[in-house]
């Protein structure tokens, strides 16, 4: 029978590891600390203005849409406080300068969003998160026991058509490359999770857009296979680990010399970062 706590639980951020390198994806989505049994991961400056902006943007889904923007300087101070969670080493800065400029650019961000609400203002519809706070989730596949979860930025309910656009917020100066299994894992999630169709999809570039882009929708069953198939390949090498050694199956292309994109996780394996403790999800958290 399906179990929930066995089954392998992927997402469009561990997918993305797995696509890039497998050891990238053991050391940041499976690998634990032998000696607390927790999973490890990286503070950085980009992460933490990506997750300030996110946490103050999407905060505005917990008012009514007409009361979202009735103080606009409201949101600059809840910036203000949410920043405080990432100021400093624990939020990856290694010096005030660094921190300076990338609380400016994250200042910024919430500006443009304050100066042009667009469809922030609008009604929206929210995705129940899964049992125990997990993610919102399904199976994708019972027989292989994968489970499918992630949170949507924003989902704005057009009340014309009964449908929902998908808004996803980007902090980054890079687009979404066009193979990015983002928006299929979005569909999927909708069209398991709850009745409305989707009628469209944008990204908003707080970096450098006033507005959101619209892209398009893919088809719904390519969706499935583009995911399952990364999934299915997920679930089975880590099946194989844990027959033959993950050292054995999440082997780094590039032999000794690795590259950069594993680089600072294993300074954490061979005791060189610094720890902060432990993060939201559990995991210990440490700075290189
Ligand atoms: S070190 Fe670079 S090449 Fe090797 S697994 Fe990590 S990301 Fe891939």
């Known amino acids: 029978m399906a179990d929930k706590y066995s089954a ?5 951020s561990s997918m993305g590891d797995f696509l890039k390198c497998p050891r990238l994806y053991y050391l940041h989505n499976v690998y634990k600390n032998p000696k607390t049994g927790k999973k490890i991961n990286l503070v950085s400056p980009a992460l933490s203005l990506g997750s300030a ?9 917990d008012y009514p849409a007409e009361k979202r923007f009735e103080n606009p300087t409201e949101l600059l101070e809840r ?3 949410v920043w405080e969670k990432f100021s400093g080493k624990k939020g990856g ?13 994250g200042i910024q961000m919430i500006k443009r969003v304050i100066e042009n609400p667009g469809p922030l203002k609008e009604k929206i519809i929210k995705l129940k998160d899964g049992s125990n706070g997990m993610l919102p989730n399904f ?16 989902l704005e309910y057009k009340t014309e058509d009964d449908s929902i656009h998908i808004l996803d917020f980007k902090t980054g100066k890079n687009g979404e490359k066009e193979e990015s299994l983002q928006l299929p894992i979005y569909q999927l999630l909708l069209n398991k999770l709850q009745k409305r169709k989707v009628s469209g999809a944008s990204y ?10 619209e892209v398009s929708l893919p088809n719904l069953e390519e969706s499935y296979d583009r995911v399952y198939k990364v999934a299915k390949e997920v679930s089975d090498a880590r099946a194989r680990a844990l027959k033959e050694g993950a050292e054995k199956v999440f082997i780094c292309p590039r032999g000794e010399a690795g590259c950069f994109g594993c680089a600072p996780f294993e300074k954490i394996l061979r005791g060189e970062a610094e720890s ?3 993060g939201e999800w ?3 958290m440490y700075l290189v």
């Open 8 to 12: 392998v639980w992927v997402s469009h």
């Open 204 to 213: 908003w570039y707080l970096d450098s857009e006033n507005e959101p882009k």
């Open 276 to 278: 902060l403790g432990t």
């Open 53 to 61: 902006v996110h946490e103050v943007v999407e905060g505005l889904a």
């Open 139 to 154: 199976y994708l596949s019972e027989k292989d026991n994968i489970i499918l979860c992630g949170r949507i930025d924003w």
């Open 79 to 81: 910036f203000e406080k």
């Open 93 to 105: 800065f290694k010096t005030e300068d660094e921190e300076t400029e990338a609380k400016a650019r």
């Open 282 to 284: 559990g995991q210990e």
